[in-house]
């Protein structure tokens, strides 16, 4: 039998001190859901009185789902989670196809003037949306569109114009170009010389082993798309077709209801925990390998 | 005999084709823009004076769409850029200047003495002609406890004596230096936006400045940057320099700091003025603002209806308007949210507006003490440069540098749009 390593006695405390301060980190990052979840059980004037002690983290005092309902009442709030949810999906794996597509043309292909228009691609990361915001509008307000009443111009009031114009992400191209970028090429090759067509290499070849990237993508895809707020206010006057976050401001009136306010954030971060609970592994995994830091 | 016959059924035929075709036309349907999305009561209310109208004829029908008040008027100009406005629009007073000199709005066409007895605030007025009117207006006050105001052998100002400038001065340090309170004063530091030209350019007028010059529209030179807008940055910077008002505060000691009694005064609306009553009750007061030389004077104008310069049926908007003004509308939006009837005689069938009513003193704040925001196209841009200059004062600022600043600010701005209509 061989003898345990000795480790020096000063280990155990640096093993403390990391504890320590992931602990402390782990308590920065949750307190303020902590703090939205219990005071959405709260009334009004007990929550604003909590807020200048511990008590605001504590589910204390005259705890009820009162909130809840009201903020039901106030608002069509499973039309707005339907919305976004419809939105997002959407979005998110139309996306994760059409960019990932790219980026494999872009990485693994080989064609003229590839670089060049990978080049353009990536410039756009400078342009900020609020600047193509109002051209973009006009030209969504011109496209026709074949619906349950026929052809009609303007895509305004609807849910594809809240998807389609945010299909294709540069940032999304450039993400998955990274990684394509770094898998071995004999992979591709030895599919090649299998005879495998360019969508089979793409398909059978280079997405399963892509886990990570398209996870990340996804991810981040989701948080954009899930907090879209500019653009659904200037192309939706329908209270129909209203996403998640034009529906918080429903709960900001003169007297702002912060209760309902802390309920409908649970609400609609549920969502977005359990997906990124379901993807961290694979999120965490990108992000050691391909650079990115969310 | 049969050719006369036949000859009458004819008649009659056509008769009643003619009969069906006008009693089956459909009435024209008109779409309304609403900022009240998410306030139930206010949903109700509106609901029943469309319902009302729909029901009172049958040329029109009222179809209402609401949209959340934050991101309103984003809305209102998305959709004016895409050229998709409604017939009906809910417009802020302050802003519907920019919207009718940007063709938004179409002038209204109210039967003749609708608005005589309407509140000043009340009416939209843009190159003197009418494009708003408000069911309701909305007024502030300094609101105090008797007790604390008697205990200390401070004056009780009426609408007839308010409190010069020095006398309330003077309060905010005796009361400051009681020790009973955090802060003498709470003028709202953690409501930013509109608050700071609704609430706060007022006493800049009352010390004898303004945020334009209202005789040309065309600049704001010597008026927000002279000796009397001087005088009224140095008595804000010294509110915070001197510890009588809270620099930072966040909103829930905004909604509670008062009634919890960490604040002796405070610079405050109609709108929460009940909440205060359940508080204090009869002791609790509405005192008009002080006077620092150029008068008693708070903000106006609210929420008002107008009628898009795009609609085709310029007619069908102009007579809902008509028919929402009835004092029985304007009582009930009253009792519903609370805010101030536009007309004494719908004041007088509420119940907290009517002589003798807990909140009657606003009423006649309205009428008597109010000073609409600069009527052009120009103030959401003045109300930008005013709250940036009254916050970089209340920070610390050079309040001359902050001021000139602000006036450069409005002026370029002005300039850059050939004077949004003013001086020819």
Do not use: C
């Not at chain 1, 007297?255 to 609970?277: H, K, N, Q, R």
């Not at chain 2, 536009?342 to 309205?366: H, Q």
């Amino acid at each position: 039998m061989s003898a345990q390593p000795v480790r020096p006695p000063h280990h155990n405390w640096y093993v403390l001190g990391n504890y320590a301060l992931l602990i402390i980190l782990a308590f920065v990052f949750v307190f303020p859901i902590v703090f939205m979840v219990v005071s959405s059980l709260k009334p009004d004037l007990q929550l604003l009185r909590d807020t200048s002690s511990l008590n605001a983290f504590l589910p204390i005092g005259d705890i009820s789902l009162n909130n809840y309902t009201a903020a039901f009442e106030r608002a069509p709030i499973g039309t707005f989670i339907f919305n976004s949810v419809v939105v997002t999906t959407v979005t998110v794996v139309v996306g994760l196809v059409i960019n990932s597509m790219a980026a494999y043309s872009f990485a693994v292909l080989r064609w003229r003037g590839k670089n060049t228009i990978l080049s353009i691609v990536i410039a756009t990361f400078i342009i900020p949306f609020e600047a193509i915001a109002i051209p973009l509008l006009l030209i969504v307000n011109s496209l026709p569109w074949i619906g349950a009443d026929g052809i009609q111009i303007g895509w305004l009031n609807s849910l594809h114009v809240q998807i389609i114009p945010f299909l294709v992400s540069a940032f999304q191209i450039f993400l998955f170009y990274q990684f394509f970028r770094d898998l071995p090429t004999e992979l591709v090759e030895a599919a090649r010389i299998d005879g495998a067509s360019l969508f089979q290499i793409y398909y059978r070849v280079i997405v399963p082993i892509s886990g990570p990237v398209f996870a990340t993508a996804a991810i981040l895809r989701f948080l954009d798309m899930w907090n879209q707020y500019l653009w659904p206010l200037m192309v939706v006057q329908s209270e129909r077709y209203r996403p998640v976050m034009v529906g918080l401001q429903y709960f900001f009136q003169l007297d702002i209801a912060w209760g309902e306010v802390m309920a409908y954030l649970s609400l609609v971060t549920i969502p977005v925990l359990i997906l990124y609970l379901s993807l961290q592994r694979a999120f965490i995994s990108s992000i050691a390998t391909t650079g990115i830091k969310g | 005999m049969q050719s006369k016959i036949r000859f009458v059924f004819a008649v009659l035929a056509v008769m009643l084709v003619l009969v069906g075709g006008i009693s089956a036309q459909e009435p024209t349907t008109l779409s309304m823009w609403y900022h009240g999305a998410g306030n139930e009561v206010e949903r109700t209310i509106l609901l029943g004076i469309i319902e009302d109208f729909n029901a009172s004829q049958s040329d029109w029908v009222i179809s209402l769409e609401e949209f959340p008040q934050i991101s309103y008027n984003e809305s209102v100009t998305a959709a004016a850029v895409a050229g998709n406005l409604p017939d009906i629009i809910d417009v802020d007073g302050p802003v519907m200047p920019g919207w009718a000199w940007a063709g938004y709005l179409a002038p209204l066409s109210l039967p003749e003495g609708t608005l005589d007895n309407f509140l000043p605030g009340a009416i939209g007025m843009w190159d003197d002609q009418v494009y708003s009117v408000g069911l309701w207006d909305a007024a502030v006050a300094v609101f105090a406890r008797r007790s604390v105001l008697e205990a200390n052998g401070i004056r009780i100002p009426t609408l007839d004596e308010p409190w010069t400038g020095e006398e309330f001065d003077a309060a905010l340090v005796t009361l400051q230096e009681t020790g009973e309170f955090e802060y003498a004063f709470d003028p709202g530091m953690a409501w930013t936006g509109e608050w700071y030209p609704y609430a706060f350019s007022p006493l800049l007028q009352s010390f004898g400045a303004d945020l334009i010059d209202r005789s040309t529209y065309l600049t704001a030179e010597n008026v927000l940057n002279g000796e009397a807008a001087v005088a009224w940055g140095e008595w804000w910077q010294s509110l915070f320099a001197r510890g009588l008002a809270p620099l930072t505060q966040d909103g829930a000691d905004r909604d509670t700091g008062f009634i919890d009694g960490r604040y002796a005064l405070q610079w405050n609306g109609n709108w929460a003025a009940l909440a205060a009553l359940e508080a204090f009750g009869d002791d609790l007061l509405f005192l008009p603002a002080p006077d620092f030389g150029g008068g008693s004077t708070i903000g106006a104008a609210s929420w008002q209806f107008g009628v898009s310069a795009s609609s085709e049926h310029q007619d069908g908007a102009n007579a809902f308007i008509a028919f929402a003004l009835q004092d029985e509308y304007l009582a009930a939006f009253s009792n519903g949210i609370g805010l101030i009837p536009a007309t004494s005689t719908a004041a007088a069938m509420t119940e907290n507006y009517a002589p003798g009513g807990a909140l009657e003193i606003f009423f006649e704040l309205s009428l008597q003490q109010a000073v609409l925001r600069p009527p052009t196209p120009a103030y959401a841009n003045i109300a930008l440069a005013f709250e940036k200059a009254a916050a970089d004062i209340a920070n610390g600022a050079d309040v001359q540098d902050a001021l000139d600043e602000a006036v450069d600010t409005i002026d370029a701005d002005i300039e850059a749009n050939n004077g949004y209509g003013f001086g020819g």
